[in-house]
Every structure is written in C-alpha cells, then in structure tokens.
Nanobody, 125 residues
Framework: DVQLQASGGGLVQAGGSLRLSCAAS????????IGWFRQAPGKEREVVSC??????????YYADSVKGRFTISSDYAKNTVYLQMSNLKPEDTAGYYC????????????????WGQGTQVTVSS
C-alpha cells in the first residue's frame, strides 16, 4: 500500500524559505521517482520538480520558474524526499503535492499514479 505524506508548508514572506518533506511508504527509491507539483486556485496543476530513482542516478528536473531557487533531494535511509525552497515569491503560493511513480517516467503530473495530500504554501508580498 503506497502512502505519501507531505508536510512543511506554511506562511512566509517574500524572499523567505521553506523546506517541504514527502515521507513515502510502500515504495522504494530504487525504482520510483518522486515529483513535486503545485496547484493554485483556478489554475491547473503544474510541475515544480522531480527526482528520479537510484537506478537512474537520482536525476533531477526543475520547472524554469523555480530553477536556481528550489532544490530537490532524497534521503534513501528515511525514504523521504525534500524540496528546499528559497527566495520565495508570491507567485509560488499554491498547494504543493508529492507523487510517486515507477521509472521511467517524465516529470508530468499526468504520468504519476500515487499522490499524497497537499501542503499549503502561502507567500506574502
């Protein structure tokens, strides 16, 4: 039974930082990619960042809008993926969701099968 638990969201001022965590059970990072996606009210779910499996050398992908500001990483021992978010902007405000899928998989929310609940990130100007 696959379960994903996202946490770490909150309210932060523009320019601030947050670290999101996605604790996974029922999957192993040997074979699964983990993605972070976000959805703002009235908007479609969009890609934030993905990290591939150990078998694919933990390749990472970032949306252009977050490159240089966000960093995705994984802790194999804890089965947890992190999203370190820095220099946050009001346009980063959204519900953030983590998802898991067997590799190979593109960093596209339509290709991810397993989803956790969201964690809200609100950035004030």
């Amino acid at each position: 039974d696959v379960q994903l638990q996202a946490s770490g969201g909150g309210l932060v001022q523009a320019g601030g930082s947050l670290r999101l965590s996605c604790a996974a059970s029922g999957v192993t990072f040997d074979d699964y990619a983990i993605g972070w996606f976000r959805q703002a009210p009235g908007k479609e779910r969009e890609v934030v960042s993905c990290i591939s499996s150990a078998s694919l050398s933990y390749r990472t992908y970032y949306a252009d809008s977050v490159k240089g500001r966000f960093t995705i990483s994984s802790d194999y021992a804890k089965n947890t993926v992190y999203l370190q978010m820095s220099n946050l902007k009001p346009e980063d405000t959204a519900g953030y969701y983590c998802a898991a899928q067997l590799v190979p998989v593109r960093c596209d929310p339509r290709e991810y099968r397993y989803w956790g609940q969201g964690t809200q990130v609100t950035v004030s100007s």
